[in-house]
């Protein structure tokens, strides 16, 4: 399974970004895919959730960015996308696509995605 992000940068307090996640490879027929942030300098064990989605449609955000981002999936593009509104200088981190087989982390026995993206910077900046 290989994924790959897209459509990072810099965008300005306020402004909009959508993020693409490419999945290929996967054969899973129930799976959670999901957006996590690691701030620039720290160490992958504080990588944080963002968004969640799973295979049967439910998805889930984290509090602080509630209303302002959207988590989808367009199945026969094979791509994972969050889209970010009114962006906040402390959006600014990589921002990582992971997959899992079957549940989100909303699920029992949740450990941790199988595989993940190399990661895209979002800089917020005026």
């Known amino acids: 399974v290989q994924l790959m992000e897209s459509g990072g940068g810099l965008a300005q307090p306020g402004g909009s970004m959508r993020l693409s996640c490419l999945v290929s490879?996967?054969?899973?027929?129930?799976?959670?895919m999901g957006w996590f942030r690691q701030d620039v300098g720290k160490e992958r064990k504080y990588r944080e959730k963002?968004?969640?989605?799973?295979?049967?449609?439910?998805?889930a955000v984290v509090e602080n960015v509630k209303g302002r981002f959207t988590i989808s999936v367009d199945n026969a593009k094979n791509t994972l996308y969050l889209q970010m509104n009114d962006l906040k200088p402390e959006d600014t981190s990589m921002y990582y696509c992971?997959?899992?087989?079957?549940?989100?982390?909303?699920?029992?026995?949740?450990?941790?995605?199988?595989?993940w993206g190399k990661g895209i910077l979002v800089t917020i900046s005026s």
């Open positions: 963002v968004a969640g989605i799973d295979s049967t449609g439910n998805t």
């Open positions: 490879g996967l054969t899973y027929s129930t799976w959670c």
């Open positions: 992971g997959v899992k087989r079957r549940g989100c982390w909303w699920e029992p026995g949740y450990a941790g995605m199988d595989y």
